[in-house]
């Protein structure tokens, strides 16, 4: 076999590669960038049950900071469905401010840490349902 | 040369069918799958060492056997490739990561995919797995109802992270559906429906065929579905129901009540409010609403029998949950005449309470009815009283479709879940002649239902697979204290061990270790509101000395906890006893959001004024120690407090006491707060 039959053969592979990978890279960029993990209803029911059971109190129905409770808190609770406030904080900032408490995030003590008696999945569950009170 | 031809035809033939199933293999769905499943983990792969993991994936069918287990073969992670892999968080079905559950993901090889999803796991095309066809013999549980699989193996009452079971499970109790069905683990089951001993003379025949024709309408809170009875049903039935005689001594007590001289209203209003009613009741829809709505109770019941039933609610009924009240002869008359002042319905007719005139051919159709309809399922006490009329419910969660009778309702998908959910919000639309009444149950409450129902199946699952908490043993005392507890119907709302109500969230089971016995003397004869956010609070019942001690004395005895130290600072050194620390912890930790000391704080939790005459130093520590070991839902979060950091706060509590120069509080005064 000469060079030249090697040199087409070779293109002719690299064209072929191209044809196959590139739409391929195209399609996985897409999943990738459509990746936030959609909760499922069994995670926000769990959420409702909890921030009803612990939250609802302090921050109410609505996640508006209205608890029954809440009028005795100096700093007021935080109004959870704050759209501004929900865009500043990402799932970890509001997981770990469930699990340390507002003392272990440099905010109010008033706000209780949960991290000894919820477990992680019931953290996320919750801080799945306040990701649902964003108004 | 036909032969020749005829041969070669047919060797062609054979090769095409020796040639199917490596086709046919070749061509199955999951291969295409699998290979999808490997450019996305390539794409998404965030290391070459990952990347490596998909690369090398060799194309074949996944499966998890557990002989034991129903000698369950589930080859779902044929397809669903992701559902342990975190690289697959939140990628397209079917290679998505499980989401996080109790069990997930470390639990799969022990439990595999169908113990909870139900679907064929043998299948490895998708329509066969998951059993879309009616005809399916194991069709998938459904994303809405899926706590239903969580049920199969958890049979208790309350499931931990299952909330919409637990929630149909209760809702199922409380509407009485295993008086009528038999279920598994509820042979025992008995409706609170009341005898109809007494009803001649409770009550008139107008307000009965009221009742009939829509016990939701009358009463809301009323358990009693709709029957759907025609008018002359109705008649029928209130004619039978008059025609029970009432035992003579009852007729006495409400005859002789009926003729004692009028009470005060404004006295029986007070009375009413501090006797908290609507710890059990409502009145206008406000309060727990487990017992009757009594805004027009004195249209519901004549006066006599008010009176008679108020005084000893039990011969009326043994199996009520309202408490015999220690109040005096004029205490009833007084509240009675609160009643028929304020607590009647102004548009009633003038008539309901006559009673009926009976027609004996009227009831005698209207006792056919009455068995006809299965009534003595909830209303115990009658002939055949008790008997299940329903059919059972065992294995419901595992009929086919295909086996269901969908009658009329053309409208409805051929799937098992949407049988059942209109079945229990319509029941007899789908034929004519069919019994079961109308429940009135929100959209809510149907889900749960039907998650319920699902989980009910024809086999128990296992036994190493059964998970039923542990029963904690329920000692309810008998003699003397038994009475009292009886008479008081302490089980109504408190809890010793795993029997009892739900009303109260504080268990008597080890109220001994927990409160003193001079405090629980006192609050037992004039309680105060501990939780004063909560519409259900103790009411003053006006229990007497004397049996306030011997309740508080058996408590102190029995209802202790060996786990709770008697006194907490036993050989421990003196700065753990350091009342200071312990007051710093408590502005540090925030405990005031929630509880009062003095006048300042919140008052979701108990007010800590008086820590040191209400509560053990013992219960103080245990409890701060972990305070969901004492009640699952305690609403108290644990702190994860230290050993010495519990101890300082407990010290700190401890110091607490009211100021001197309170006076004792009258119970007029305190009920007005």
Not at chain 2, 11 to 36: D, G, H
Not at chain 2, 94 to 114: E, K, N, S
Not at chain 2, 461 to 469: A, L
Not at chain 2, 653 to 666: F, G, I, M, S
Request: hydrophobic share 35%; proline share 8%.
């Amino acid at each position: 076999m000469n060079a030249s039959a090697h040199a087409r053969r070779f293109l002719l592979l690299a064209a072929l590669l191209v044809v196959l990978i590139v739409p391929g890279c195209h399609r996985a960029a897409h999943t990738v960038a459509a990746a936030p993990p959609r909760p499922t209803q069994y995670q926000v029911e769990i959420g409702r049950t909890i921030y009803k059971h612990d939250c609802q109190a302090c921050h109410g129905d609505t996640g508006a900071g209205d608890g029954s409770n809440s009028f005795n808190l100096d700093p007021h609770p935080r109004d959870l469905g704050d759209p501004a406030f929900q865009k500043k904080k990402s799932d970890a900032d509001l997981a770990d401010a469930i699990r340390r408490g507002g003392s272990g995030v440099g905010l109010s003590a008033l706000m209780p840490p949960w991290g000894h008696t919820l477990n992680d999945r019931q953290i996320d569950a919750v801080v799945v349902y306040v990701r649902s009170l964003k108004r | 040369m036909p032969l020749r031809r005829l041969f070669a035809l047919s060797s062609l033939a054979f090769l095409a069918v020796l040639a199917v199933s490596p086709v046919k293999n070749a061509l199955r769905p999951y291969r295409s799958i699998q290979a999808q499943y490997k450019a996305l983990g390539l794409a998404r792969a965030t290391s070459m060492k990952a990347a490596s993991v998909y690369a090398d994936r060799q194309i074949a069918i996944q499966q998890i056997w557990i002989p034991k287990f129903d000698n369950r073969v589930d080859r779902c992670t044929t397809c669903h490739l992701g559902v342990s892999d975190t690289v697959m968080a939140g990628a397209p079905e079917p290679f998505r990561m499980h989401v996080a559950t109790y069990h997930t993901p470390g639990d799969f090889p022990r439990f595999g995919c169908t113990a909870c999803h139900a679907g064929e796991g043998l299948a490895t095309s998708k329509d066969d797995a998951h059993g879309t066809s009616p005809d399916s013999s194991a069709p998938m549980r459904p994303a809405a109802y899926m706590e239903s699989g969580c049920g199969r193996c958890h049979q208790s009452e309350t499931v931990d992270e299952a909330p919409t079971l637990s929630y149909g499970r209760a809702t199922m109790a409380k509407a009485g559906c295993y008086a009528c069905h038999a279920v598994r683990g509820h042979e025992d089951f008995r409706s609170d429906a009341p005898p109809f001993v007494s009803i001649a003379s409770k009550t008139g025949g107008a307000w009965v065929e009221q009742w009939l024709a829509d016990p939701k309408k009358v009463d809301p809170n009323a358990t009693m579905p709709n029957f759907q009875l025609s008018k002359d049903d109705i008649t029928e039935l209130a004619n039978y129901l008059f025609s029970l005689p009432v035992p003579p001594q009852l007729e006495q007590a409400v005859e002789q009540a009926s003729a004692e001289p009028a009470g005060n209203s404004a006295n029986g209003k007070v009375l009413f409010r501090e006797s908290m009613c609507i710890t059990c009741h409502t009145v206008d829809g406000k309060g727990n609403g487990s017992a009757p709505e009594l805004n027009h109770i004195a249209t519901r019941a004549t006066r006599g029998w008010l009176i008679a039933f108020i005084r000893n609610p039990h011969a009326f009924n043994p199996k009520t949950k309202m408490p015999q009240y220690s109040f005096s002869d004029q205490d009833v008359r007084d509240l009675v005449a609160y009643f028929e002042d304020e607590l009647r319905d102004f548009d009633a007719p003038k008539e309901i309470l006559d009673p009926l005139r009976v027609n004996q051919t009227l009831a005698d159709k209207g006792h056919e009815l009455f068995k006809n309809y299965g009534c003595f399922s909830c209303h115990v006490g009658t002939e055949r009283g008790g008997e299940r009329f329903g059919p059972d419910l065992d294995g419901i969660g595992d009929r086919r479709a295909s086996s269901l009778d969908f009658g009329k309702r053309t409208d409805l998908p051929h799937t098992l879940d949407a049988w059942l959910a209109a079945k229990i919000s319509a029941p007899r639309s789908f034929a004519d002649g069919l019994k079961m009444p109308k429940f009135s149950f929100d959209p809510e409450q149907r889900r749960a239902i039907v998650t319920a129902l699902l989980s009910m199946s024809s086999a128990p699952v296992p036994e190493p697979y059964r998970y039923i908490p542990p029963q904690q043993a329920s000692v309810v005392p008998a003699g003397q204290v038994g009475e009292i507890v009886d008479r008081y119907r302490c089980l109504s709302c408190h809890q010793f061990g795993s029997r009892g109500g739900d009303i109260s969230t504080a268990p008597l089971t080890f109220e001994g270790s927990k409160v003193n016995r001079d405090w629980l003397v006192s609050y037992l004869m004039l309680p105060t509101s501990i939780r004063p956010l909560l519409p259900e609070r103790m009411p003053i019942m006006k229990i007497s000395k004397p049996e306030a001690e011997k309740l508080a004395d058996a408590i102190e005895t029995f209802y202790v906890d060996p786990s709770i130290p008697e006194n907490p600072f036993a050989g421990r050194p003196a700065a753990d006893a350091d009342p200071k620390e312990g007051e710093r912890l408590y502005t540090t930790l925030g405990c005031r959001s929630c509880h009062i000391i003095g006048s300042s704080g919140g008052y979701y939790g108990p007010p800590l004024t008086d820590t040191h005459t209400r509560l053990k130093p013992g219960w103080v520590y245990s409890y701060l120690m972990n305070p969901q070991k004492w009640r699952a839902d305690i609403r108290c979060p644990n702190y994860g407090l230290t050993d010495t950091d519990a101890l300082r706060l407990t010290a700190y509590l401890e110091t607490l006491v009211a100021a001197p120069a309170a006076p004792t509080a009258t119970a007029e005064q305190r009920s007005a707060r």
